[in-house]
C-alpha cells in the first residue's frame, strides 16, 4: 500500500502555517463561546438546560442550534473541551474546504437525527460535534493515505478509539443517540469530500525519469530469480532462427 508525502515546501510555507493558526483560533473562539454560557448558567443559575434537544417536541427543536452549547456541570465540559480542541484543529487545518461545508451538517444535522429517534429526555453537550469531527478526521486519513492525515487519524485512534463504544446504548445517563447521529454524519461527510483539500505531494527524481517505468526503481528486479542470479535472455525459436537465417543468406547474395 503507498502512502503519498505531502510537499514539505507546501506544509512548512507560510500560507500552511496561517491555515494551522486559523484553526486553532476559530477552534479556541468556539471553546470560549461554551465556557462563556456554561459559567453564565452556573453563576446566574439561569437553568439553560431547559433549551437543551427534546426529541419529538417542536420546542425542542431549537436545541438543533443550543445542544453543543449546554454542558451538565464542570465534569461535563471538561470532558468535551480537549477533544473538541483536537478534532476542531484537525479538521480545519487539514480540511478547510471540506470543514466550510460539513461543519454545518455535523453540528444541525446531528441534533436533527437525534430529536427524530432519541429517547424523551433533555439532550444536552457538544458530544455529537465531537464524535462527528473524530469521526470525520479519522476516516478521512483512511481514505486519502497522505502522511499529514493519516498521522491525524492515528492521533485520533490513539486518544480517543474507545469513544466508539459511546454510540452504543451503554449508559443511560449520556446521550448515545447524540454520539451515534454525530458519528455516523461525520462518516458520511467524510467519505462525500474525500477528494477534496488533497495536498501537493511530494515528487521524487526517479518518478521524473523518462527511462523509468511505471513500477518505479523496484523494475529492475524483473532481469532476476529468485536466487538473485540475472536471467538468461529469452531464446528465439526456431522459426524464428531459419527466418534470421535466409535473411542473412539473402543479403550476402
Sequence with gaps: MRFDTPDPDY??????????VLAFKITLGFLAV???VFLFDQLLNLNLIQ??????DSIGLIGLITTPLLHFNLSHILS???PLMIGGCFMLYLFPNSAVRALPVIYIGSGALAWLFARSNIHIGASGLIYGL??????SGVLRRDMRSIGAALVIWFMYGSMIWGVLPAAPETSWELHASG??????MAIAYR?????PMKRYDWEDDEHTTDEGPLAEWRDYDVEGRRKSPPAV???????????AGRDSN
Design 51 to 56: 433549551f437543551g434537544l427534546r426529541p419529538r
Design 183 to 188: 458519528f455516523v454524519l461525520g462518516v458520511w
Design 34 to 36: 461554551i465556557w462563556s
Design 237 to 247: 525459436g526456431v522459426d524464428r532462427q531459419r527466418q534470421i537465417g535466409t535473411s
Design 134 to 139: 473524530l469521526a470525520f478526521v479519522f476516516v
Design 195 to 199: 477528494q477534496w483539500d488533497r495536498p
Design 11 to 20: 506544509v512548512s510555507s507560510r500560507r500552511a502555517q496561517g491555515n494551522f
Design 80 to 82: 468535551n473541551s480537549l
